[in-house]
């Protein structure tokens, strides 16, 4: 059966022809901005803080906020990285806001998009990108362990995502210094924090630092995954919608103990 992966793979690939078809300006923006060193540093649990208008599961989430203003006030409250949704057609996200972000603040920013080809990873580059996204489970492992190894040779931070165990092994074999645990399942979307508590182990057994994604909203959540061993979470829908930015960021920021920092 069809999952919603399948079908944005499928429209990436259709959109992968243009941006090859389509000439680009390259960009000077500096790559020196790391979150792994932040998160080597890190004596609370880091927050990745996402600007995210819609999802495929949600919907609608904040149409109408603007991305400098939204990225200003994440940088103020303390985010370690800020990650930018780039797809359109699912998130209605953008490159431009990519850029319209590197320009307004000075932490990491994450290229969040589903990545199949080197030319997207170019114009992550082009556009500030410090961190992309490689998600397991999109790719075949020869293709994966390419893409990895290119977005590295151009000086970028990896975050790669897992959803399970098989997407686990496969991750493992590239030795990612960043692995994404995403807690919402792509075939049914159900969100549990037990996916974090589940595979952390396994990733602290190889070492890297873990990210738990999606499903966490409150303090409880926080500590959940800094318990299970989480290094740092991303948050999007949560901080898209908040009323109380700064407080709820505040209270997302859990101390996290020695004996989990890597």
Known sequence: METILDRIISQKQIEIKHLKAIGRQISSYSQNLSF????????QL?????????SPSKGDI????????QAKKYEENGAAA???LTDTTFFKGSFKDLKMVREAVNIPILCKDFIIDQVQIDIAIEHGANIILL??????YTELNDLYHYAKQQNLEVLMEVHDEEDLEKALKIGPQLVGIN????????VNLNVTERLAPLIQANGGFIISESGIFNQAD?????DAGANGILVGEALMRSNELSAN???????????AKQ
Do not use: G, Y
């Not at 792994?36 to 004596?43: H, N, R, S, T, V």
């Not at 880091?46 to 208008?53: D, L, N, T, V």
């Not at 904040?62 to 203003?69: C, D, G, K, M, Q």
């Not at 998600?135 to 075949?140: H, T």
């Open 36 to 43: 792994i060193e932040q998160l080597k540093a890190a004596d």
């Open 46 to 54: 880091s927050i990745i803080a996402e600007f995210k208008r819609a």
């Open 62 to 69: 904040n149409i109408n906020l603007n991305p400098v203003e």
């Open 82 to 84: 800020i990650s930018v």
């Open 135 to 140: 998600i397991a489970a999109a790719l075949p």
């Open 183 to 190: 807690n919402r399942s792509l075939k049914t979307f159900e």
């Open 222 to 226: 926080a500590k959940r995954v800094r």
């Open 249 to 259: 960021m505040k209270e997302l920021m859990v101390p996290i103990f020695k004996e």
